[in-house]
């Protein structure tokens, strides 16, 4: 079984900037993702999307709110990175990492949680003066 570990949350002030990781653990031998996304879900609200990335080509899909922001990548180490800078207090949720291994049509990807079968247990990101 694969388990996906995010880390990198924290506090920080409006402006700010953090930086979110996602590392795949357990039986990643046949591990192989078409896409890596992370979803925020705040206290009031169901689980968003937030970005995603194609495992193999690097192409990437962003929700409207954090275009310009937020960027997602891959890097040497195979971790799913989500770097956040001008973060906002409305930025503030719990950021989950999810991975799905189906291919969802060229240029396309899913922004449903429900096409995703691995998850992260998340962390928490809050933006606050």
């Known amino acids: 079984q694969v388990q996906l570990v995010e880390s990198g949350g924290g506090l920080v002030q409006p402006g700010g900037s953090l930086r979110l990781s996602c590392a795949a653990s357990?039986?990643?031998?046949?591990?192989?993702?078409?896409?890596m996304a992370w979803f925020s879900q705040s206290a009031t609200n169901k689980r968003e999307f937030v970005a995603a990335?194609?495992?193999?080509?690097?192409?990437t899909w962003y929700a409207d709110s954090v275009k310009g922001r937020f960027t997602i990548s891959r890097d040497n180490a195979d971790n799913t990175v989500l770097q956040m800078n001008n973060l906002k207090p409305e930025d503030t949720a719990v950021y989950y990492c999810?991975?799905?291994?189906?291919?969802?049509?060229?240029?396309?990807?899913?922004?449903?949680?429900?096409?995703?079968?691995?998850w992260g247990r998340g962390t928490q990101v809050t933006i606050s003066s």
């Open positions: 990335l194609r495992w193999n080509g690097g192409a």
């Open positions: 357990g039986d990643t031998v046949n591990f192989r993702p078409h896409y």
């Open positions: 999810a991975a799905d291994q189906y291919y969802r049509g060229f240029n396309d990807v899913s922004r449903f949680e429900n096409d995703y079968q691995f």
